[in-house]
């Protein structure tokens, strides 16, 4: 309960709470006849205080149990666990499994409040996105935010407002119908942003929102941002060696690449003032776009719409960045189809547009240009006879560099695998390709999978120090021209990857074997007396019973 009313949840955040799948909330709600109604129907949001104690009486299975939870650990113990925050440290580190931090459960929980305010005024996925409106308000009008503040009246605050929101509000609660909740919602917004950094805190707070967006639109919220690990892994396998004067994302979604780089060329580069450009993949996608590149102090130029196969930007960048949409069906215009500068490399079948990403990036680089561009693992091997002759004429023409599997689950709402391309705009016609597999790094919770930031450092390690003329590690091989021939120029990198089995060592399995051999002896021992005591106690009751 919050001091104004009860906490309402969405299904989604209370499978993170409970660290159960969303499938699994589903399953609850239509299988339990007593699981709580909705507190809100309309937006499907329930009561947490109502919904933790349902699952007071439901004990988490043995195979489901996190380390640290005993048998008879109830899944209210597990949500009151994650809401207190506890010390991640306390799980070894191979099997941790991904928790809220405290800096996100104070972030959720002062969300949660601003929330239950505005419920009611808008459906839940337009609140969330008034709430990102408010925040990037605090730092990219500053001084408008804090008169807005300084009003004396509601009325005057709500007018103030509706002048530094856009026209179009698309479903956004309307600040003159909230005269008992806005001045404590702005309030709660100034408190979020509040620090000794406010750009730094305020975007911390927009991507923490944005990424409970996500999570509430399911499957739809896939195409509001990639991974951050995927991001990291991507951005810094292009540390550039040279100040880059462009960097480019042909399908940019919320900018997560661009301030990604943004970042790292800060640290790396600090005399760097690359220009930054995206195109987002819809109306939408690109003024959250805008807002969160603003938020981050990020300048760049965003063109939603237009040219996205990068005519714009043929040849003239150093970095392209991109996660376009996987397998899609894309329309090609006579003058696009037939474009050699922009279809170097064949034109790739209407019913999947992977290939034209692909050959976009290469098109869009500079000489000595670099992208690294997140695809569907089909693009590696297909066989479409079209597909086929593509990607062998860009092995042959020497632009691949790469490519690197990653790990399934990383995306939210999927749960297939993916890899990174690493294309380049070579003078020369390198002799080798490197083939990185990661499928088996990260550690896998009921609902996604999350890579510790050593196993980032092991797959970006195995890039760099390859570039730098060091043998590959063992994730990662350097195959030769004729080998990738002789394999029909497949780019699957388990094609050429076998992972090396565990050794083995025989003395100290023996020696583990016979020490739980006598520890099972010895519980097969105490088995006799604890059932005899169990007899003993069922007897003891039923004497209690008797008249």
Request: negative net charge; contains cysteine; aromatic residues 6%.
């Amino acid at each position: 309960m919050t001091k104004d009313g009860p906490t309402l949840v969405s299904r989604a955040q209370l499978a993170r709470y409970a660290g159960v799948s969303r499938a699994a909330v589903t399953n609850w709600r239509k299988r339990g006849p007593d699981f709580p109604e909705p507190a809100d129907a309309e937006k499907e949001l329930f009561d947490l205080d109502q919904v933790t104690d349902w699952l007071a009486e439901r004990t988490i299975p043995a195979d489901a149990r996190r380390p640290g939870e005993v048998a008879g650990t109830t899944y209210a113990e597990r949500v009151h666990a994650s809401l207190t925050a506890p010390d991640p440290s306390r799980v070894p580190a191979r099997v941790q499994v991904r928790r809220t931090t405290p800096r996100e459960q104070t972030l959720d929980q002062t969300a949660f409040r601003i929330l239950d305010d505005l419920r009611g005024h808008a459906p839940f996925d337009a609140n969330l996105k008034f709430l990102l409106r408010l925040v990037h308000i605090s730092v990219a009008r500053e001084q408008d935010w804090r008169d807005l503040l300084q009003q004396p009246t509601y009325s005057h605050m709500a007018t103030s407002l509706m002048s530094l929101l856009p026209a179009r509000r698309d479903g956004l609660p309307d600040p003159t119908e909230l005269p008992h909740v806005l001045p404590r919602v702005l309030r709660e917004v100034e408190t979020l942003v509040s620090g000794p950094d406010r750009r730094e805190q305020a975007a911390a707070v927009f991507d923490h929102v944005l990424t409970r967006l996500a999570e509430a639109q399911g499957k739809a919220g896939q195409m509001w941002q990639t991974p951050a690990s995927v991001v990291e892994i991507a951005v810094r396998m292009l540390d550039p060696l040279t100040p880059p004067h462009a960097v480019h994302d042909p399908y940019c979604r919320t900018g997560e690449f661009l301030i990604a780089m943004e970042r790292w060329l800060r640290t790396s580069q600090p005399t760097s003032r690359p220009l930054f450009s995206g195109i987002p993949g819809s109306e939408e996608l690109s003024d959250m776009a805008a807002m969160r590149l603003r938020v981050h102090g990020v300048e760049a130029e965003l063109m939603p719409g237009v040219d996205p196969f990068g005519l714009r930007h043929r040849g003239r960048t150093d970095l392209v960045l991109a996660n376009p949409p996987f397998n899609m069906r894309w329309a090609a215009d006579e003058h696009f189809a037939d474009d050699p500068h922009r279809l170097p490399y064949g034109r790739p079948p209407l019913s999947n547009a992977n290939f034209v990403w692909l050959q976009s990036a290469v098109a869009a680089l500079r000489p000595g240009g670099r992208a690294a561009v997140v695809m569907a693992p089909i693009a590696a091997f297909s066989s479409h006879s079209g597909e086929r002759a593509i990607r062998t004429a860009m092995v042959e023409d020497g632009v691949v560099e790469a490519v690197v599997s990653l790990p399934d689950r990383l995306f939210q709402s999927t749960s297939i695998p993916v890899d990174i391309w690493l294309l380049r705009r070579p003078a020369d016609k390198p002799s080798e390709i490197l083939f990185v597999d990661a499928r088996k790094s990260g550690t896998v919770s009921r609902t996604e999978r999350s890579l510790a930031p050593g196993e980032i450092d092991d797959i970006v390690s195995t890039v760099t120090a390859w570039r730098g003329g060091a043998p590959a590690s063992s994730m990662g091989r350097a195959v030769g021209l004729d080998e990738i021939r002789e394999r029909d120029h497949s780019l699957l990198p388990t094609a050429y990857l076998t992972l090396p089995v565990p050794t083995v060592h025989v003395d100290e399995e023996r020696e583990r074997f016979e020490a739980l051999t006598r520890r099972l002896h010895l519980l097969e021992d105490a088995l006799a007396a604890t059932d005899q005591l169990v007899h003993s106690l069922i007897e003891e009751t039923r004497r209690w019973k008797r008249p």
